[in-house]
């Protein structure tokens, strides 16, 4: 299996655009976690599925962020509309049950 | 309320010499914890993990302990290598079936000094 795989690796919007982050967990995980990067805060857990469905998303910071796993293959983090504050670097993560999760390499987002 | 902390953002060691993480958590239904390193431009890999039954599991150069009376857990690595300068995150996993959601600690920068 390729592992975790984010796209795009780098983006850089302007303020006010709409941003989509997409995800393809390794296959045959359950559980699907979107993390945000920051020096201030770590790595800060936003949303967290399982076999498909939300189960917590109060990391979520606004109505801005939404996010959605329409399959088992394929997750999206959209930021709408995005603002300077959000660039963060931002992970997707994957796991099979208790055991360890695996992370994609992240997509680095910078609104200017 | 950070559930999960480590107090040192940064720590300098000698190659060749031990390398001591440490990490305390506040809730003590957490029963599993792991360790994950990251390199620059990299999504963190995992490096090891101990279930909350047992106080001490290793792995090569890599021993994580488990304290649970104090709530605290450390990762060693002995001998240290210039490879291993990376950022190094704990994490822990709630109890209860279902409950997959991992906290992570804010993140101890290792440098090992050649």
């Known amino acids: 299996d390729a592992g975790v795989i984010q796209s795009p690796r780098h983006e850089v919007t302007e303020m006010g655009q709409e941003v989509t982050l997409r995800c393809k967990p390794i296959?045959?995980?359950?559980?699907l976690f979107w993390y945000r990067q920051t020096m201030m805060r770590g790595l800060e857990l936003l949303i967290y599925?399982?076999?498909?469905?939300?189960?917590?998303d109060s990391g979520m910071p606004e109505d801005r962020f939404s996010a959605k796993m329409p399959n088992a293959s394929f997750s999206t983090l959209k930021i709408q509309p995005s603002e300077p504050r959000d660039s963060a670097v931002y992970f997707c993560?994957?796991?099979?049950?208790?055991?360890?999760?695996?992370f994609g390499q992240g997509t680095r987002l910078t609104v200017v | 309320d950070q559930q999960v902390k480590q107090n040192s953002p940064s720590l300098s060691v000698q190659e060749g010499r031990i390398s001591i993480l440490n990490c305390d958590y506040t809730?003590?239904?957490?029963?599993?914890f792991l360790w994950y390193k990251k390199y620059p431009a990299e999504g963190p890999t995992f490096l090891i993990s101990?279930?909350?039954?047992?106080d001490k599991n290793e792995d090569g150069r890599f021993t994580v302990f488990l304290n649970k009376s104090a709530k605290h857990l450390s990762l060693h690595i002995v001998p240290s290598q210039p490879g291993d300068s990376a950022v190094y995150f704990c994490?822990?996993?709630?109890?209860?079936?279902?409950?997959?959601?991992?906290?992570f600690g804010k993140g101890t920068k290792l440098s090992v000094i050649p």
């Open positions: 994490a822990a996993n709630p109890p209860g079936a279902g409950s997959y959601q991992l906290t």
């Open positions: 599925f399982n076999n498909n469905v939300p189960i917590d």
């Open positions: 809730n003590s239904m957490f029963d599993y």
């Open positions: 101990i279930s909350s039954i047992k």
């Open positions: 296959s045959g995980h359950n559980s």
């Open positions: 993560a994957s796991r099979l049950m208790a055991r360890e999760a695996f």
